[in-house]
C-alpha cells in the first residue's frame, strides 16, 4: 500500500518540476529578449541624439547666412506646413562644419558706400567663387519636410546693396587705423557685417572711400588651424597681387595674397595658409555662395576697383568681429608715441650702441629667421663690432593697433634702407610692438 502511495505521488511531483523548469526557461527568454530591446531603444535614443546634434549645426551654419535665415524661415513657416511635400532639393554650396555658435546674421547685406561728395549706384550682382584654403567639400541639405526652391530663397534674400553704411562718428577715427602715408588706402573687414572698407589717410583723418558687402569663412570664430574654415582675425599686409589669367576660373579676375599666418600666428601655433582676397567665377552669382573656407571674396568689379587704388604689396588690411571707434585726441596721442618709438630705434640703431639699441627688444622677442632674444643679441654683437658707420632711412610707414588688445599691441610696416661702411640693403619690414611697463618694445621683426 505504501508503495502505490509513493508511485501516486511521483507523478504530480514530477509534473510540478517540469512546470517550473518551463517558468524558468520563459523567464531567461523575457529577460533576454527585455535586455535586447533595452539595448535597442538605447542605440535609438544615441542615433536621434546625434541626429538633432547634426541638425542644430548645420542651423547655427545656416544662420550666418541671410540665404540661409532664410530658407530656415520658409522651410518653418506655418502657411507651409499645409501644403503637400515638394520634391527634394537640389544639393547646396552650404559647408557642413562645426561652426562656433553666432547670433544669426542681419538680414541686410552690406551696402556700397558713396564716395565723399559723390553718388554711385547700386554695387551689381556678382559672382561665386569656391573657398581657397582647402580643397573642395560640398554636401546637401538635409532632407526636409517642406522644400524651397532656390528661386524662392533668392526672393526673400535682400539684394547685396542692401546695406548700412559705415558711419565714423564726429571726432573719432577707427580703432585700428594708426599712422600712414598722405593718401595712402587702408582696408578693414568686419566679420559680421560681413562688410569690407576702404579708407583714405589724410589731413590727420582716415576717410570712409567706399564699403562692399563680401563673403567670409563659414566659422565665424578666428582662425587656428588650417580646415577650420575661420577667416583670421588681426593685421595682415597684401604680399602680392596675381592676375586672373594666372589662376583658376575660380578666382575670378585675380586674388591679393594675404601674409597670413604671420610671424605671431606661427608664434601663437596658428597654421593654415592660402588666406586671400579674391574675385568669383563669373558663370555663378555671388548670391549664392554663402560662405568660404576662409578667404574674403568680392565681386570681380570691386576686385577691379580695388587693384587700380592698392598697392599689391604692403596695403594693410584690419579684420576684425565689429569695428570699433577711438576720440581723436587718443588716437593723435598713439600715433605719435609709434612714430615716436620708431625713430629713436633707428637713432639707437646707427649709433652703434648695442646695449641701447638691443633695449627696444622684449625678452620673448623672436624674428622670421628663428633667432630668439639671446641668439638675436649674439649676433648683432658680432656684427655691430665691424662698423664703422651705419645710416637707416625708414619711409612710409604704416601702423596699426589691435582693437581687441587694450591698445597694447600694434604692428608697424615701413621700407628700409639700411647702409654701412661694408653692407647696403632696401627691405620692407614689419615691427610687431607690445607695450608693458616698460613702453613698448618690439616682440617680433620679419620682412616680406
Known amino acids: 500500500m505504501k508503495d502505490e502511495n509513493r508511485i501516486s505521488l511521483k507523478a504530480p511531483i514530477k509534473i510540478g518540476i517540469g512546470l517550473l523548469a518551463l517558468l524558468l526557461l520563459l523567464n531567461s527568454v523575457f529577460l533576454y529578449l527585455l535586455v535586447k530591446e533595452r539595448k535597442r531603444t538605447h542605440d535609438l535614443v544615441r542615433a536621434v541624439n546625434q541626429t538633432n546634434e547634426k541638425v542644430s549645426r548645420l542651423r547655427e551654419a545656416l544662420n550666418k547666412t541671410p540665404q540661409g535665415s532664410a530658407l530656415l524661415a520658409s522651410l518653418t513657416a506655418p502657411e507651409r506646413e499645409k501644403k503637400a511635400p515638394a520634391p527634394a532639393p537640389e544639393k547646396s554650396s552650404v559647408e557642413t562644419v562645426r561652426a562656433k555658435p553666432v547670433e544669426a546674421l542681419p538680414e541686410k547685406a552690406v551696402p556700397s558706400a558713396p564716395l565723399p561728395g559723390k553718388k554711385t549706384a547700386p554695387v551689381e550682382e556678382a559672382k561665386k567663387t569656391p573657398p581657397m584654403e582647402e580643397a573642395k567639400k560640398t554636401a546637401s541639405l538635409p532632407e526636409a519636410k517642406k522644400t524651397v526652391s532656390l528661386e524662392e530663397v533668392k526672393a526673400a534674400t535682400p539684394p547685396l546693396e542692401r546695406a548700412v553704411k559705415l558711419a565714423i562718428p564726429s571726432n573719432s577715427i577707427p580703432a585700428p587705423l594708426l599712422v600712414a602715408d598722405q593718401g595712402e588706402y587702408l582696408l578693414i573687414c568686419e566679420k559680421d557685417a560681413r562688410a569690407l572698407h576702404v579708407l583714405r589717410s589724410g589731413s590727420g583723418r582716415f576717410t570712409l572711400v567706399k564699403s562692399y558687402p563680401c563673403i567670409l569663412g563659414a566659422n565665424n570664430g578666428d582662425k587656428k588651424k588650417a580646415g577650420d574654415f575661420a577667416t583670421p582675425k588681426g593685421i595682415y599686409f597684401m604680399v602680392r597681387y596675381t592676375p586672373g589669367n594666372k589662376l583658376p576660373g575660380d578666382y575670378g579676375t585675380g586674388a591679393f595674397v594675404l601674409n597670413y599666418p604671420n610671424l605671431m600666428d606661427r608664434k601663437e601655433g596658428r597654421n593654415g ?33 580695388l587693384a587700380g587704388i592698392i598697392k599689391p604689396q604692403g596695403t594693410p588690411i584690419a579684420i576684425v568681429d565689429t569695428l570699433q571707434f577711438t576720440e581723436h585726441q587718443k588716437w593723435q596721442a598713439a600715433s605719435e608715441e609709434i612714430r615716436g618709438f620708431v625713430s629713436a630705434w633707428r637713432h639707437a640703431w646707427e649709433s652703434i650702441n648695442t646695449k641701447k639699441y638691443l633695449s627696444f627688444y622684449a625678452p620673448d622677442f623672436v624674428n622670421s629667421e628663428g633667432m630668439n632674444y639671446e641668439t638675436f643679441r649674439k649676433h648683432k654683437e658680432k656684427v655691430n663690432s665691424n662698423k664703422k658707420s651705419i645710416h637707416i632711412k625708414v619711409e612710409h610707414i604704416a601702423a596699426l593697433m589691435a582693437q581687441d588688445k587694450d591698445a597694447r599691441f600694434a604692428v608697424v610696416r615701413f621700407d628700409q634702407k639700411y647702409q654701412s661702411n661694408n653692407f647696403k640693403s632696401d627691405s620692407k619690414k614689419l615691427l610687431y610692438l607690445r607695450k608693458g611697463k616698460q613702453g ?9
Open 273 to 305: 595658409n592660402g588666406i586671400w582676397l579674391h574675385g568669383h567665377n563669373d558663370k555663378k552669382n555671388l548670391t549664392d555662395l554663402l560662405n568660404t573656407k576662409g578667404c574674403i571674396v568680392v565681386t570681380n568689379d570691386v576686385l577691379k576697383e
Open 440 to 448: 613698448w618694445q618690439i616682440i617680433g621683426e620679419s620682412v616680406f
